[in-house]
């Protein structure tokens, strides 16, 4: 299988808390962009970072990669009810896989 | 700028019958990509596309799943003689160009074999 692997699966805190999400990916990429995907609904473009990044923000959204360990982490500071969803990672080269996803619920 | 269209957004077919879904991209976007996300899981990869061509067609089951970009019109991804596994949401993604950059996905097409 190319996709690679996200964890945690869920993850639940508390508002107001940091959320962070980790996903490793197998082949070589240009880029890997996370995607947030509410219940039901289609996917959302979060952040894409490039190959040759370490780390990029936006607004409350912290990526880091990792290409030596094929990880990337998506950290959400002071988390919102509003950011529960399914958070994909997905890795890009000729074409998009997508990881597992981890489902994070925000408990107000 | 309308962005990428897909309709419909709901479809119901009894097993056996043809689905067709279509997926009209954003304007300027040359490559399409088709995704298959069953409940509870991830999107997984179908099948690449630019105008009348098939780019990449390794995530599509070898039987009865076929698709099309054509010159004029959207991308058509046809499902025959539907099986309730086939139930699931299919997205379509578009881009500018084929490194994976300015990917821009519709709602998707919520398919039910009933």
């Known amino acids: 299988s190319q996709q690679g692997e996200e964890d945690p699966q869920a993850l639940s805190i508390q508002e107001g808390e940091n959320a962070t999400m980790n996903c490793s990916y197998k082949t070589s990429i240009n880029n890997l962009q996370w995607y947030r995907q509410n219940s039901g609904r289609g996917l959302v473009h979060l952040i894409l970072?490039?190959?040759?990044?370490r780390e990029k923000h936006s607004g409350r959204l912290r990526v880091t990669l990792d290409t030596s360990k094929k990880s990337s982490s998506l950290l959400i500071t002071a988390s919102r009810a509003a950011d529960t969803a399914s958070y994909f990672c997905a890795s890009v080269y000729d074409k998009v896989i997508f990881g597992p996803g981890t489902s994070l619920s925000v408990i107000p | 700028n309308a962005g990428v269209m897909q309709n419909p957004r709901h479809l119901v077919r009894r097993r056996g019958q043809e689905a067709r879904l279509r997926c009209s991209p954003m304007?300027?976007?040359?490559?399409v990509y088709w995704y298959r996300q069953l409940p509870e899981e991830g999107l997984k990869f179908m099948v690449y596309l630019q105008k009348e061509n098939i780019i990449d067609e390794s995530g599509m089951p070898k039987e009865r799943f076929s698709a099309e970009f054509p010159k004029e019109g959207p991308s058509i991804l046809r499902i025959q003689q539907v099986v309730r596994g086939d139930s699931a949401a299919y997205f379509c993604a578009s881009s500018p160009s084929g490194q994976g950059n300015g990917y821009t996905f519709g709602s998707g097409t919520r398919l039910t074999v009933v």
């Open positions: 304007k300027g976007h040359s490559h």
């Open positions: 970072i490039r190959s040759n990044e």
